[in-house]
């Protein structure tokens, strides 16, 4: 039971990493698009 619950929060922490991560480089790729339409 213990070691299910340590599981289940590391899976917990690293999809959350990976979700944040996830939006940044969403948000990065989202600016360099705008960066690119304004310069035309």
Same mark, same amino acid.
């Given at each position: 039971?213990?070691a299910?619950?340590?599981?289940a929060?590391?899976?917990l &922490?690293v999809? @959350?990493l990976?979700?944040?991560?996830w939006?940044?480089?969403?948000?990065a &790729?989202?600016k @360099?698009?705008?960066?690119?339409?304004?310069?035309?």
């Open positions: 039971m213990t299910l619950a340590v599981v929060v590391v899976l &922490v999809l @959350a990976l979700s944040s991560l939006g940044l480089g969403f948000y &790729v989202w @360099a698009f705008c960066g690119i339409f304004q310069d035309r």
